[in-house]
């Protein structure tokens, strides 16, 4: 019997829904229905019960076109390659009218039976907050279509994101809204938060987000993005992440803020006014202001205990908040200087920084209170959780100390890159989805580097070079997320046309449905490499390519800013930058000697293309050395 259960308290949906059984062999039915850039299919899918029961799910899907105006070359029932379209399933018991919630589905796309293409993927995205760029990292996912000396690089920079007012814009924080669709970057000095859409890498707007906006903090299980405001008044500022709207600003008084949140109240520190004021977050209406100890700074919630925690600065205390009374039920002596407050996953135990002691405190949550005083690197700054162990990213050493909440005895410092970060923000190091991995900035060395458990204690294992530095990081996972019960949603980009099977499945329910890709031909440039994919060592090569227009078919002449960018990828990776020469007939040339023999990679660069519309397409060449 696989039962899937999940609790909606906003939707008061907790009924459970049970399938089991073999189920028979899957049925493929397509409804047409004339609309244009709005497919919707639906499915019948019959379980049997194991000879003592029945079932029947139905799943409707719709694949919807968000970007464009394509009607001239659209037909029903199909997709834009290259243009950004949101899928939705949504599932039903068709014998009890329930909806069928609390699954981890996945989806698959066959361009034909034989092959499938999983559009599930990580990107990481490395913000440079001096130069206000933001990098975009594509881990190519279940579908990486390189060849296969090639896969090893790993990650790589397929995109730089240039936000406003960059480059004198000092960017502050950057976080991923909860289905990582979009990105949200604070602008502290324009008085807005830029939302970036995470599938087509641009910024879709900037919207107002109170005064001087600065840290953000993503409530649990909600729409809402929560943003610190340093500015006049001092407070919050509330984004409604669907519509990527400011739901409303709270004035909670100066200084600085951090927010933690319990099932019913946001809770925000004020660090001039000596307190924490109370929001609900039914109806985002402020509550009171609990007065604590000297300057609060940190802030966090234990799931485990019901308790809020405050680091206060100039004290040296920790104030513990019971979230059910609102009531301050003890002062934790600690020491003066402490800031950062961070609990793990779970709940049972907490990390404080003091980064001018050089130590992390280890609390209890069961007891509230210290059980252990572990040494850091030099001025720790941040941390983050990978399975058992907290990992503090310190600021004056390059190295990340690792501690073991099962066992706060087992500490040790691992080294992370060349250099020390000399800058650590909250968003120094994350953790990927699945908890297994964290991945750790290093600005003085224009690396990220990647960290997992290895023969029991946390290692780096690799690293990826970016291109601008790296001051914080944000993980996004494009995968089917369920967004309200019983409704599964993706957000897709198609990069080839034709006829694709669409193939849901999770657990005992499997449904298939059709789409078409048809070419987009109103927007964008397509590049034709004219040149032979194999080449010797020990001469001059010549690389050409011809550029068109998708909408006119036009070539596409004069182009002044061209550069072919030729890439030996791999351990001490190998880069060539060169200067195109226009022949004619949309035509471009340039000069290459391959150094040794090997796999590259050939791409093209053009600020000119880039703003009107042009995406990077890669070729892969093999260079030989030459017979004598």
């Known amino acids: 019997m696989v039962t899937g259960q999940r609790k909606y308290k906003d939707n008061k949906v907790e009924s459970k829904i049970a399938v089991g059984g073999k189920r028979k062999q899957r049925i493929k039915l397509s409804i047409v229905i004339p609309i244009i850039a709005l497919a919707i299919l639906s499915a019948l899918i019959f379980i049997n019960g194991r000879g003592t029961s029945s079932g029947e799910i139905a799943v409707e899907f719709t694949a919807q076109l968000l970007e464009g105006d394509n009607s001239s070359t659209q037909g029903e029932n199909t997709l834009v390659a290259r243009k950004e379209a949101l899928l939705t399933f949504r599932l039903k018991d068709n014998k009890t009218g329930q909806l069928v919630y609390g699954l981890s589905p996945e989806i698959g796309f066959y361009p034909d039976e034989n092959v499938e293409i999983s559009l599930a993927k990580v990107q990481l995205f490395v913000l440079n907050s001096e130069r206000g760029t933001i990098e975009v990292l594509d881990t190519f996912g279940g579908y990486d279509p390189r060849p296969a000396s090639v896969k090893g690089m790993g990650t790589m920079t397929s995109k730089v994101i240039r936000l406003k007012g960059s480059p004198n814009q000092k960017v502050t924080d950057m976080v991923a809204g909860r289905y990582g669709d979009y990105l949200y970057i604070t602008l502290p000095g324009e008085n807005q938060v830029a939302i970036v859409n995470t599938m087509t890498h641009e910024v879709l707007k900037y919207i107002d987000a109170g005064s001087m906006p600065s840290r953000m903090f993503l409530q649990p299980r909600s729409k809402f993005l929560w943003v ?325 078919g036009l070539s596409e002449e004069n182009l002044t800013d061209l550069i072919f960018v030729v890439i030996k990828p791999g351990k001490g990776a190998w880069t060539k930058r060169l200067p195109s020469r226009h022949i004619g007939n949309g035509t471009y040339e340039a000069k290459i000697a391959f150094p040794e023999e090997g796999e590259y990679i050939v791409t093209l660069a053009s600020g000119t293309l880039s703003s009107r519309g042009y995406e990077t397409a890669y070729d892969y060449v093999k260079v030989k050395n030459a017979t004598t």
């Open 228 to 552: 610190s405001n340093e500015g006049f008044g001092g407070g919050v500022g509330i984004i409604d992440t669907v519509n990527n709207t400011l739901a409303k600003t709270i004035e909670t008084g100066k200084g600085y803020h951090q927010v933690a949140f319990s099932p019913e109240f946001a809770y925000v520190t004020n660090s001039y006014y000596n307190t924490v004021s109370v929001i609900r977050l039914s109806d985002l209406a402020k509550l009171e202001d609990i007065k604590v100890r000297e300057t609060p700074y940190g802030i966090d919630y234990s799931n485990a205990s019901g308790e809020v925690y405050v680091t206060n600065v100039l004290s040296g205390t920790v104030t513990v908040i019971d979230a059910s009374t609102r009531s301050i039920k003890k002062h934790i002596p600690l020491s003066m200087g402490i800031e950062l407050i961070k609990f793990s996953p779970d709940g049972r135990r907490g990390v404080v920084l003091d980064k001018h002691a050089n130590t992390a405190y280890i609390i209890d949550a069961a007891t509230s209170s210290i059980i252990k005083t572990v040494k850091t690197g030099e001025a720790p700054g941040a941390v983050g959780f990978i399975e058992e162990y907290a990992l503090v990213r310190n600021t004056y050493s390059n190295d990340v100390t690792y501690i073991s909440m099962d066992n706060p005895d087992v500490s040790n410092n691992e080294l992370v890159g060349g250099a020390p970060p000399l800058n650590v923000t909250l968003r120094s190091l994350q953790t990927t989805p699945y908890g297994d991995e964290v991945v750790i900035t290093s600005p003085e060395d224009t690396r990220i580097y990647f960290m997992h458990k290895m023969n029991g204690e946390p290692m780096v294992m690799n690293s990826a070079t970016v291109e601008y530095g790296s001051n914080a990081v944000a993980i996004v996972e494009n995968k089917l997320h369920e967004t309200s019960p019983g409704t599964y949603q993706q957000y897709i980009i198609l990069d080839r046309e034709g006829s694709y099977d669409v193939e849901f499945r999770s657990g005992k329910i499997n449904a298939t449905f059709k789409i078409e890709v048809l070419p987009d031909r109103t927007t964008g440039f397509q590049t034709a490499a004219l040149f032979n994919k194999t080449f010797i060592t020990g001469g001059t090569s010549t690389l050409q390519y011809r550029i068109t227009s998708r909408k006119t």
